[in-house]
């Protein structure tokens, strides 16, 4: 099946850095979501995305809608330790009240050095 | 505060056994799914179900059956479980099939010898 192409695979950081992330796709999506799990529990959801070029904002967390509508973006300002943990894209191709899949990156872990 | 609960947490089966594991949701959401999370893979979907009574195949099916005979509750079931089924089990549910509704358990741990 197709899945999202999710770079970094991991980021070993210093605290207070910014962090960038970024997914892409062949195909064009409609929706484009950003989650983080924490070790030993689900995903839980960041950001949801839902317009080409909408930029949108979580406290130090902003994303981006790409323009082509094939990509997206993960910012992180800032970084503080509990910002630890693993951070996938999920995209959806279709309009969200037909019948979907949602499709999920590989991941970036971020990693921050004491 | 429950919201997504599944059972066991952790589980080693041997070649050949089979199990199932349960996921239990309280906030009468109509959409529930099973995923199975390996290293370097994200997130694939195994079977999902769009409300009491009905069950759909997601992305990897073989090797599972799901059951959804209560809104509350969705089963998967591994009924010969072989070491390519090791993996991180999430349940999932939502009360719309969009993506920002989703809500996860806290994963299911397991392994096959």
Same mark, same amino acid.
């Given at each position: ?114 | ?6 059972? /066991? ?9 089979? *199990? +199932? ?10 959409? *529930? ?5 390996? /290293?370097? *893979? ?5 079977? !999902? ?11 990897? /099916? ?20 072989? /070491?390519?089924?090791?993996?991180? !089990? ?10 920002? +509704? ?12």
């Amino acid at each position: 099946g197709q899945q999202l192409n999710q770079s970094p695979q991991s980021m070993f950081i210093q605290e207070g850095e910014d962090v960038s992330m970024n997914c892409t796709s062949s195909s064009i999506f409609n929706t484009w979501l950003w989650y983080k799990q924490e070790p030993g529990e689900g995903p839980v959801l960041l950001i949801a995305l839902y317009k080409a070029g909408e930029l949108t904002s979580n406290g130090r967390l902003t994303a981006q809608f790409g323009i082509t509508r094939k990509d997206s973006f993960l910012n992180i300002s800032a970084s503080i330790p509990s910002d630890v943990g693993i951070y996938f894209c999920a995209g959806q191709e279709r309009p969200m009240d037909s019948n979907y899949q949602l499709i999920w990156g590989a991941g970036t872990k971020l990693i921050i050095k004491p | 505060n429950a919201g997504v609960t599944q059972t /066991p947490k952790f589980r080693v089966l041997k070649t050949g056994q089979s *199990m +199932t594991l349960l996921c239990a949701q309280d906030m009468n959401h109509e959409y *529930m799914y099973w995923y199975r999370q390996d /290293p370097g *893979m994200g997130l694939r979907l195994i079977h !999902y179900s769009v409300g009491e009574g009905t069950t759909a195949k997601g992305e990897v /099916p073989d090797g599972y059956n799901v059951s959804r005979l209560k809104k509350q509750n969705f089963l998967l079931g591994l009924e010969s479980a072989a /070491p390519s089924q090791t993996s991180v !089990y999430f349940c999932a549910s939502s009360q719309q099939i969009s993506g920002n +509704t989703i809500y996860f358990g806290e994963g299911s741990w397991l392994t096959v010898v």
